[in-house]
């Protein structure tokens, strides 16, 4: 599995594109993940849900209004309305006519890529639909490629007993909680991803126990350069292409 390396203070660690390249292009679309992957990002981040009639497609919101032409929650509509819509005119003229992926989209293009995933499941999935997820990963034999993370972390706990090959993280808001290495450890995740920089002794501890700790969303420069100096694993970051010319020059 793509599990990062030990990094240390002074070091960056692997840079993710938020929703993909989301300063770019439109989140969670193809143009922002292959714009991720030209910009020489390690990983690019995307949200799941699914419609209902149980297609996993790529969606922040829990309804199409913000990022399509579309309206209504994802889990009332099905996969053949949401092929009609457009997911890129919002954004900007150039992307008119961007469509929303289905997952099975990206694990097809992932497949040569030269990136890996970290795959957000929003929301809640009920087992099957994880299962959905599951065996489209299988089937196009991406494992190797890709982390799940979830703030829901009975999805994940879940995840990890259907699916134990694939490695998790716990997603969280801001710092790190309390017991945070027992917490990881307990749901059985390889790391966790806080919305703020961790304590020194915080990250050592967990680097200890041989966790990791990606940091979500960071896209200032000063904020880099101290990540950077703490030493922890990953920046997501809506700029990673930035992020790739910064940490060169650091
Ligand atoms: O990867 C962490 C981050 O994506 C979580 O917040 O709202 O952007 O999905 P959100
Ligand atoms: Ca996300």
Known sequence: PCIPGTVNPGQTGVIIGHRGYSSRAPENTMPAIERAEQAGADYFEIDIDYT????????????????????????????????TLDAGSWYGP?????????????LDWLQDADIHLLLEY??????????????????????????????????????????????GM????????A???DLVKQYGQIGIN????PGPEELRALHEAGLKVFV????????????????????????PGE?????EAY
């Open 243 to 247: 992020l790739r010319e910064w940490s």
């Open 122 to 167: 929003k929301g809640d999935w009920p087992n099957p639909y994880l299962q959905t997820t599951i065996d489209l990963i299988e089937q196009y034999g991406v494992r190797g490629k890709i982390i799940a993370q979830s703030f829901n972390f009975d999805i994940e706990d879940r995840l990890n007993r259907l699916y134990p090959e694939l490695p």
């Open 179 to 181: 017991s945070v290495v």
């Open 216 to 239: 979500w969303t960071q896209n200032s420069a000063s904020a880099w350069a101290n990540l950077t100096a703490l030493g922890v694993d990953g920046i997501i970051t809506d700029y």
């Open 52 to 83: 209902a009639d149980g297609v996993p497609v790529l969606l922040h919101d829990d309804t199409l209004d913000r990022t399509t032409d579309g309206t209504g929650r994802i889990h009332d509509v099905t996969w053949d309305y949401v092929q």
């Open 170 to 177: 716990l997603l969280v808001g801001g710092s790190l909680p």
């Open 194 to 197: 806080p919305s703020s920089a």
């Open 94 to 106: 150039e992307f008119v006519g961007t469509k929303v992926p289905s997952f099975e989209e990206v």
